[in-house]
């Protein structure tokens, strides 16, 4: 999960970008994730791009409703084996384009276990829309709920579909294990929770459970990960840019490239932004480095601050500007949907409001509540907001009352404040440490952005940390396959 243009996700160039932030989604970052430009090319970087399709009910919760619509999904079987008894791992798409099979540690973890992998795509997203146009109206039946009994809808349906292949009864069912990172780590736990006879266990890596309206710490976060030198620089920039953006707004936009934002808080969300995922993504020197410089040197920090947003944040990680424009987030129709997408599930369910804390912020003060509502009003109408109590009060919050879910964040992961971070029964909780570990470190490796094949550790500034908890991650999954009994049917 990031933070706004590509959690997402905290899954751009469209989602493909997110999938290369966040080899699922977003990562939260709303903005067009983190979901989701394959910057190391399309060789290696999945385990298969072979899209296959299954008819998906739109409304889980209507007894009337039977519409369905087409949900893309891809499986992966060279571990499997030819009987196809052993586990098969369920890796949820989070928010944004689902365009395959990412070939990180999970694929380490499906050749150790001899297990399928497949991966359905997120109502809504990449290919999986029930409507081509995306109004409000359209959008009642994008949730987390439906997204739970899609799941669990495509976890019988695969099910019926190994057995009738390998001509098996069908009451045979594999021990299954589910995967998730960010916004889809939330789902990996709360399927758990809500579905605990179709699952094994589940991994949460970063999994944000907790919806919060007031996302104070994570800019809180930024500023620990950022270091103090950093920090300070940070916050210097953001002030000298508050007293520019009031002389003259336009020419400040047009050195960061920005100039199309009219709105004066997309801009400064975006500038938030870029640091963040420098922090979020396991690249602390991308920003860090050449503000620390300029400061020490004399140079003009917006100056530096706005070469690094150019160069870095747009050009090299294929940040869409656009994303972060209301205007551009109130079509029905975009190029890219995932922005529009993921903002109406922050507006109407979890909200994840990334404000600047009232003192010592590093994001701009501007950057509060009221943009936040403002937004939502805007641009999906008026009675749009996210009930946070609700939805809290319907999965638990960090107070998930389940049990087999593995819990994994990284130490500079501003994500990390939503997600279970204390160890409760049958529910262990890794924070793993060290100065580039962030979103989704146990499956991605360092740093998380760009993709890493096979998670690679070996250029987190600790990669002993973070193969100790992959280590703990294999024991429970081990444990619990071995305990899993086969469901017992009630239909």
């Given at each position: ?12 160039a469209?989602f ?17 994730p ?5 910057l ?5 970087r ?20 039977h ?18 008894t ?8 989070g ?10 540690y999970l694929a380490?973890l ?8 497949v ?5 809504y ?9 995306l ?12 997204a ?8 019988q ?30 789902l990996?736990?709360?399927?758990r929770?809500?579905?605990p006879?179709?699952?094994?266990g589940?991994?949460?890596?970063s ?22 030198e ?6 210097e ?10 002389s003259?707004?336009?020419?400040v ?12 808080g ?7 932004d870029?640091?963040?995922t ?18 020490k ?11 690094f ?6 050009k ?20 890219d ?10 507006c109407s ?9 009232k ?33 809290n009060?319907y999965?638990?919050?960090?107070s998930?009352a ?5 819990f ?6 501003p ?16 924070l ?19 993709f ?22 294999t024991?429970?999954i081990?444990?619990w ?7 017992t049917?009630?239909?």
């Amino acid at each position: 999960m990031g933070s706004r243009a590509r959690f997402a996700s905290l899954l751009s160039a469209s989602f493909l970008l997110l999938l290369l932030r966040s080899a699922e989604p977003l990562g939260l970052r709303q903005q067009t994730p983190l979901a989701g430009g394959e910057l190391l090319g399309v060789a290696g970087r999945y385990l298969t791009r072979e899209e296959r399709w299954m008819n998906q009910r739109l409304d889980h919760f209507s007894p009337t409703d039977h519409r369905q619509f087409k949900q893309r999904y891809f499986e992966f079987l060279d571990y499997h084996g030819a009987a196809a008894t052993g586990p098969v791992f369920l890796r949820i798409c989070g928010e944004s384009s689902c365009d395959g099979i990412p070939n990180d540690y999970l694929a380490v973890l499906a050749k150790k276990f001899g297990a399928a992998v497949v991966t359905p795509e997120h109502r809504y997203y990449g290919k999986s829309s029930p409507f081509e146009t995306l109004s409000t109206e359209n959008l009642r039946f994008l949730s987390s709920k439906q997204a739970l009994f899609d799941l669990a809808v495509f976890r019988q349906y695969y099910q019926e579909t190994l057995n009738s292949r390998h001509n098996r009864s069908s009451g045979f069912e594999n021990p299954w294990f589910v995967f998730g990172v960010s916004y889809a780590g939330a789902l990996s736990a709360w399927f758990r929770l809500k579905f605990p006879h179709l699952t094994c266990g589940s991994l949460a890596s970063s999994g944000v459970v907790l919806a919060v309206y007031n996302f104070t710490d994570f800019d809180k976060q930024v500023g620990e990960s950022a270091g103090p030198e950093c920090k300070a620089a940070l916050q210097e920039t953001t002030r000298v840019v508050d007293e520019q953006l009031q002389s003259d707004s336009h020419s400040v936009k047009a050195l960061f490239g920005a100039q199309t934002l009219k709105n004066d808080g997309d801009f400064l969300f975006l500038l938030a932004d870029a640091a963040t995922t420098t922090f979020q993504y396991g690249n602390p020197d991308a920003v860090c480095s050449p503000l620390t410089n300029a400061k020490k040197n004399g140079k003009d920090l917006v100056e530096t601050y706005a070469q690094f947003v150019r160069d870095y944040y747009i050009k090299k990680l294929e940040t869409t500007v656009s994303s972060y424009d209301q205007e551009y987030l109130k079509e029905t129709t975009p190029d890219d949907s995932s922005s529009r997408l993921w903002w109406f599930q922050v507006c109407s369910e979890v909200a994840y409001f990334q404000v600047a804390p009232k003192n010592d912020s590093v994001r701009s003060a501007k950057v509060n509540t009221r943009y936040n509502l403002d937004l939502c009003k805007n641009v999906y109408g008026k009675g749009v907001y996210p009930d946070v109590f609700m939805t809290n009060l319907y999965y638990g919050g960090t107070s998930i009352a389940a049990s087999k879910i593995v819990f994994t964040n990284g130490s500079q992961d501003p994500w990390r404040h939503a997600s279970k971070q204390k160890s409760s029964k049958d529910m262990p909780s890794y924070l793993i440490k060290c100065s580039n570990c962030g979103h989704g470190t146990d499956l991605r490796g360092c740093p998380q952005l760009p993709f890493r094949i096979k998670g690679d550790s070996s250029n987190c500034t600790s990669p002993g940390a973070v193969d100790t908890v992959r280590k703990q991650i294999t024991k429970h999954i081990d444990l619990w396959l071995s305990q899993c009994q086969e469901p017992t049917r009630a239909w």
